[in-house]
């Protein structure tokens, strides 16, 4: 066992794409890296399948109950190299509001990682550290992907309907409207890394950590469309499950894609300091798997990230001195 030089953390890490980033995490870092891959139900049966891939890493990982307790992610030793926003959530019913208020998929896809990321900082490697949000090519309703998608070309609302929508229009149906909600989410996620990576640039302690956004593409193996109509979660998503690895050949980096190619993309970013694709200093990157991009018109609006920004710290009541970065500091938007 080599001494480790950086701890991963994963969140959704038992979804398909998590278990994904375990499998290759064990195979090609876990000597370099320790692991916390971080699950909401420690008994469910896919954190039992994650369980088995991470025996075979070769330093000790961990599979973490994330819920209430961040206070000892901040213990993480040897400090975080880098922290995947992973866990995401896709709803098919009318508007469900969580615990604290907020419409769940704005909670589960963007508030949670605010907070998770905010309070993490101080706990990050100062000269190499990185944050990766999984988004979606929904985020951009101009993407090709989405052009056929029931998406509005123009997702922003001012607080608090951004959080907790008033009164869903019922006449859209289900589908769509969960379809909309995270899109949403997915485009708050990427107006936060590009904001985040602005204020951390202001500080000389924190201007090594650089913000990344990853879209791992349309992934059929997964359990994102448990709640879509039987004919998506049945024949359409098998279908496109057995299509995949052979269209996947044709294509590498096209629509449809495997868990392990997402997975590989993901912890390219996570790592990777020689290449050209995400190279030394990410700084704001956007990577559609393994290309870069440019994201959505709307995202770099920096009017907006910073009501966001504003928004999301009034929500989570973070204070000076709660988190490593200086609150009331902005700075240049690099993108
Ligand atoms: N699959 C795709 O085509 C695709 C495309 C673009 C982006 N993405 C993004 O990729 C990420 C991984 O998704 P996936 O495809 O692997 O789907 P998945 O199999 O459904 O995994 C999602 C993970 O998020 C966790 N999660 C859901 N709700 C949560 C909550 N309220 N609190 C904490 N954790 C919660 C789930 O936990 P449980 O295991 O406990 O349910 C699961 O581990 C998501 O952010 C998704 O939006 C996926």
């Known amino acids: ?153 123009e997702m922003w609302r001012p607080f608090p309907d951004l959080a907790a929508p008033s009164c869903p229009d019922k006449k859209l149906g289900m589908t769509t409207l969960g379809l909309r909600r995270y899109a949403e989410s997915k485009l708050w996620g990427m107006m936060f890394m590009q904001k985040l990576q602005s204020r951390v640039n202001a500080m000389p302690a924190l201007r090594h950590i650089c913000a990344l956004a990853v879209d791992p593409g349309g992934v059929f193996s997964t359990d994102i469309m448990r709640e879509q109509a039987w004919i998506w979660r049945q024949p359409l998503r098998g279908l496109l499950r057995v299509m995949t690895p052979c269209v996947q050949w044709v294509a590498p980096n096209g629509a449809l894609r495997t868990a392990g190619k997402a997975a590989r993309d993901i912890l390219n970013a996570c790592f990777e300091v020689d290449g050209t694709v995400v190279g030394r200093w990410p700084r704001g990157l956007y990577l559609n798997g393994d290309v870069r991009k440019v994201s959505s018109e709307e995202s770099r609006d920096e009017v907006k990230q910073e009501e966001l920004w504003e928004g999301s710290l009034k929500l989570v009541g973070l204070l000076e001195g709660d988190t490593a970065l200086m609150l009331g500091v902005g700075g240049p938007n690099l993108l």
Not at 20 to 25: D, L, N, P, S, T
Not at 37 to 45: I, K, L
Not at 49 to 55: C, E, F, P, T
């Open 1 to 153: 066992m080599e001494k480790s030089q950086g701890t991963l953390i994963v969140t959704g890490a038992a979804g398909g794409i998590g278990r994904a980033i375990a499998e290759r995490f064990t195979v090609d870092y876990s000597d370099t890296y320790t692991g916390v891959f971080a699950v909401r139900n420690t008994s469910n049966p896919n954190t039992q399948l994650l369980r088995k891939i991470l025996l075979k890493a070769k330093n000790p990982s961990t599979i973490f109950p994330l819920e209430n307790q961040h206070p000892r992610l901040h213990r993480l030793s040897p400090p975080i190299t880098a922290l995947v926003l992973n866990a995401g959530y896709m709803s098919k019913r009318s508007q469900c509001l969580t615990e604290d208020g907020y419409e769940t998929t704005f909670q589960v896809n963007y508030l949670s990682n605010f907070l998770l990321v905010l309070l993490l900082l101080q706990s990050m490697q100062p000269l190499h550290a990185r944050v990766i949000y999984i988004t979606s090519w929904t985020h951009d309703p101009s993407d090709p992907h989405s052009r056929a998608l029931p998406l509005q070309s």
